[in-house]
């Protein structure tokens, strides 16, 4: 038996999940103004760590890709990546004046969970499976930004805005940032043609996964989630700003 999979029936079956991102609190509070902009901030500086080893992980699929035009493909996106994205980000720290802060940063748990998570399939299983881990950064983002763009257009001028948040839902849910999506999409459908059944199962999983630690990222970020201080707490510790 041929099995034939693409990466919209990953999709499919991650939509009850992705159904419940797509309202998720901390993107509908960017749409109506009510968002904590110390949450937005803290947001920002984790998605920034969060860029710097996604970039990577394109880079190294990039070069362990075995057509040279998907090799260049792969290099264009890491920069992008690195470029584009991290330029709004860097953008943001200079308006709110906190590069220092910034610079300092370290991932925090679901960051680091999300961050290890990709960088351990990429580094370790086939191409495909790597093509697969990567994909839900470029398709939730791009989803919940075409979400938030209806959102923000039903609002009208009923709500108000720092231009922050209509930087931030203007480039995900921009026609640029669709069309580089739908590239990526092409990599991987064209990745599913000639995987084996096994391999296939294990791109789902590795989609599936990303999707949740999709949502688990903006979980964190609405409650600025800590390290605990384990010392101090004798064990315990809270993990909530």
């Known amino acids: 038996i041929i099995i034939i999979m693409s990466a919209q029936q990953f999709w499919d079956n991650a939509a009850p999940l992705i159904k419940v991102t797509e309202k998720h609190p901390f993107l509908v509070a960017m749409v109506d103004g009510t968002i904590d902009m110390d949450c937005f901030r803290y947001y920002v500086i984790q998605d920034a760590l969060y860029l710097d080893d996604f970039a990577d992980c394109l880079n190294r699929l990039g070069r362990n890709a075995t057509c040279q035009d998907d090799a260049k493909r792969l290099f264009a996106f890491g920069e992008g990546a690195e470029q584009a994205e991290k330029s709004l980000h860097l953008g943001f720290f200079k308006e709110w004046k906190i590069d220092e802060e910034a610079k300092g940063?370290?991932?925090?748990?679901?960051?680091?969970?999300?961050?290890?998570?990709?960088?351990?399939?990429?580094?370790?299983?086939?191409?495909?499976?790597?093509?697969?881990?990567?994909?839900?950064?470029?398709?939730?983002?791009?989803?919940?930004?075409?979400?938030?763009?209806?959102?923000?257009?039903?609002?009208?001028?009923?709500?108000?805005?720092?231009?922050?948040?209509?930087?931030?839902?203007?480039?995900?849910?921009?026609?640029?940032?669709?069309?580089?999506?739908?590239?990526?999409?092409?990599?991987?459908?064209?990745?599913?043609?000639?995987?084996?059944?096994?391999?296939?199962?294990r791109m789902e999983e590795h989609f599936v996964m990303s999707c949740k630690l999709e949502h688990m990222f903006w979980d964190q970020a609405q409650v600025r989630m800590q390290w605990p201080d384990i010392i101090a707490g004798g064990g315990g510790g809270s993990t909530t700003a």
Request: glycine residues 6%; hydrophobic residues 40%; negative net charge.
């Open 105 to 201: 940063a370290t991932q925090m748990p679901h960051t680091l969970l999300y961050t290890s998570y990709m960088k351990r399939i990429v580094a370790t299983k086939c191409h495909a499976e790597g093509l697969a881990v990567l994909l839900p950064c470029f398709w939730v983002y791009m989803h919940v930004g075409k979400c938030m763009l209806d959102l923000r257009d039903k609002l009208g001028d009923s709500v108000k805005r720092l231009p922050a948040l209509d930087a931030w839902i203007d480039m995900y849910g921009g026609d640029e940032f669709e069309h580089e999506v739908k590239e990526y999409i092409a990599l991987v459908d064209a990745a599913c043609k000639t995987a084996d059944e096994k391999t296939l199962e």
